[in-house]
């Protein structure tokens, strides 16, 4: 129930096709800059983040493994070499890896929540607690025995969708609960 043997696959996947960048753009000039981004946002991306959801990595070493493809391409980029990751990812217009995750699971409550995925009902429970504040689709934390337990989609994911505004969690459509999670980031 590890998601390690997952991660190295993806991390092998991604790292061959950064490579395979690297040998075909040979002349990587300012204005090339935004083409390899837009080949690592179509070739390596999906790569890494293919159904994560699902499989997110549960131990340091794992994220640190995946998000050393992203620190490899950032690299790529000649008048960036220089410069701290954070600052490489800004210029970029990039997330990290882990962000990325952390908003696909919030994406894929908001799809169950809406009809568009598996019913919610499978996976969570409601909360009964009328009391509190925020948004009124609230989530019940189920007590877990394992720590291993905690770091499931069905767990990790509770407490960031129980925080966000009831404006982010009532958006009419995906792409609104997009924007609106992109404006929360800023």
């Known amino acids: 129930m590890k998601s390690s043997c997952q991660c190295s696959r993806a991390y092998s996947k991604a790292n061959q096709i950064l490579g395979m960048i690297k040998r075909t753009i040979v002349n990587k ?10 080949l690592y946002k179509s070739l390596v991306r999906p790569h890494l983040e293919y159904c ?3 499989w ?3 131990y340091a070493k794992d994220k640190i493994l995946l998000e050393r493809v992203q620190h490899r391409f950032t690299r790529m980029i000649p008048e960036l070499r220089d410069m701290k990751y954070e600052d490489r990812l800004n210029i970029l217009g990039l ?3 882990e962000e990325r995750r952390n908003r696909a699971d919030l994406i894929e409550v908001y799809k169950m929540f ?7 009902e ?3 429970q409601r909360s009964l607690d009328k009391r509190t504040r925020g948004h009124t689709l609230k989530l019940q934390r189920s007590n877990c025995r394992l720590d291993i337990r905690l770091r499931f989609f069905a767990e990790r994911v509770i ?3 129980n925080a966000l505004s009831s404006e982010t969690v009532e958006a009419t459509s995906v792409n ?11």
């Open 114 to 120: 809406h009809g568009r995925s598996v019913p919610v």
């Open 176 to 186: 609104s609960f997009k924007s609106h999670l992109s404006k929360l980031r800023k």
């Open 29 to 38: 000039t300012p204005q090339t800059s935004q083409i390899l981004v837009n």
């Open 56 to 58: 997110s990595p549960l």
């Open 159 to 161: 407490n960031r969708w």
């Open 95 to 97: 997330w990290t890896l």
């Open 52 to 54: 994560s959801p699902v």
């Open 122 to 124: 499978t996976l969570f």
